[in-house]
């Protein structure tokens, strides 16, 4: 596990959880919501587009390797935002994926006020 000071604080690790990562996108999802005031929100500052997906897709890196990706994001009434950024690589793009990426990012309030004015307009 890694812990860094990126946007409000971050924490990236690895877990093994084969394609499509039930077990923990349930977990994840539970904690966060069992806890007073967070809900699930749309708004991901961190996505390209800006939007949560909340269901898997996939692309091709340079190196041909395929990567799925799965994001999903909650709000409190504050504003503050939790992102989670789950993604598994392999090389086979038929082989299964077992080894997720996961990238926890906490961001308060005046971040996502930020990020949403940098970002400008969609």
Do not use: C, F
């Not at 708004?43 to 997906?53: A, L, V």
């Not at 994001?71 to 409190?76: A, D, E, I, L």
Request: glycine share 6%; aromatic share 12%.
């Amino acid at each position: 596990m890694r812990r860094t000071s990126e946007y409000d604080g971050a924490v990236y690790y690895l877990v093994e959880d084969p394609y499509p990562g039930s077990v923990i996108i349930n977990e994840i999802t539970r904690r966060i919501e069992m806890t007073p005031g967070w809900q699930a929100s749309a708004e991901t500052p961190i996505s390209p587009d800006g939007k949560d997906s909340r269901s898997w897709w996939s692309y091709y890196e340079p190196s041909d390797a395929k990567v799925y990706q799965w994001v999903g994001s909650w709000k409190n009434p504050q504003g503050d935002l939790l992102t989670y950024v789950l993604r598994y690589e392999v090389a086979d793009p038929n082989a299964v994926a077992h080894t997720m990426k996961v990238s926890a990012i906490d961001m308060a309030a005046a971040t996502v006020a930020s990020m949403r004015n940098a970002r400008g307009p969609r």
